[in-house]
């Protein structure tokens, strides 16, 4: 199972969200590139990075942030965040990013995602599965819909999606422990890579991720409030 730290960006800041909201943010004094080149030096292979202000503002305000880990680490980056066109997608590529997180458009036209998907090959495009209550959400969490997740997933599966990143949006930020009931039900019914995100605190929630089929685990707070340290987790799985 991969191991994946989360690198969240607000005005080029590093930052940390409870369950999505932008007014329950907590900024952290790294600067981004350097905390990314000290989880490649620890050992760490992937990131998952995120531009919340893209997520708002569905362009790539942070892009530059982005290219330069991409640039001076061999990191395996997967980015998220505003994505609203193809020429989004094939800068983040050439940028070096080697897959890109896709929510809100998959909801609102996927016929668009779809497109995308194969435009791009399945091991390129990531679903974005954020939910709340089972529930998809969009447009940065702030939109609720009535879609269930595993019923999306299920559905895009079946066109060809390879990797999901699925975030319990109850569980994101709080230190609580991953959504384990949620991913074991979308494991049993869909045949997808699934990243488990939101929630991860210990060693033991990342062992259980793994013991039931999760293909990554993204962890955020807990590495920046030491509840997990790097050397704890490389190697881990």
């Given amino acids: 199972m991969r191991i994946i730290p989360a690198i969240d960006i607000i005005n080029g800041e590093c930052v940390r969200l409870t369950r ?3 007014n ?11 905390l990314a080149k000290v989880y490649e030096q620890k050992g760490i292979k992937y990131l998952h990075v995120v531009d919340l202000d893209a997520a708002k503002s569905k362009s790539l305000v942070n892009f530059s942030l982005v290219e330069t880990i991409c640039k001076e680490t061999s990191l395996q980056v997967d980015y998220g965040g505003g994505i609203s066109s ?28 779809l497109k995308w998907l194969y435009q791009f090959g399945p091991d390129k495009i990531v679903l974005s599965a954020d939910a709340l209550h089972g529930k998809m959400r969009a447009d940065a ?24 990143v699925c975030t319990d949006i109850a569980k994101d930020g709080l230190l609580s422990g ?21 929630g991860v ?8 991720l793994k013991e039931i089929g999760c293909d990554g685990a993204i962890i955020g707070k807990a590495l920046y409030e030491n509840y997990l340290s790097i050397s704890q987790i490389v190697g881990l799985c």
């Fill in 20 to 22: 999505g909201d932008y």
């Fill in 24 to 34: 329950r943010k907590t900024s952290y004094s790294f600067d981004v590139p350097s």
């Fill in 86 to 113: 193809a020429e989004d997608i094939r800068r983040l590529l050439n940028a070096g990013v080697a897959q890109v997180n896709v929510g809100s458009i998959a909801l609102k036209d996927k016929a668009l995602f």
């Fill in 141 to 164: 969490w702030t939109r609720e819909t009535e879609i269930e997740v595993l019923d999306f997933i299920k559905n895009v599966e079946a066109e060809g999606l390879k990797y999901v």
């Fill in 178 to 198: 991953p959504s384990f009931e949620l991913y074991k039900k979308i494991l049993a019914e869909a045949s997808v890579k699934l990243v488990a995100s939101g």
């Fill in 201 to 208: 605190s210990t060693k033991e929630d990342i062992l259980r």
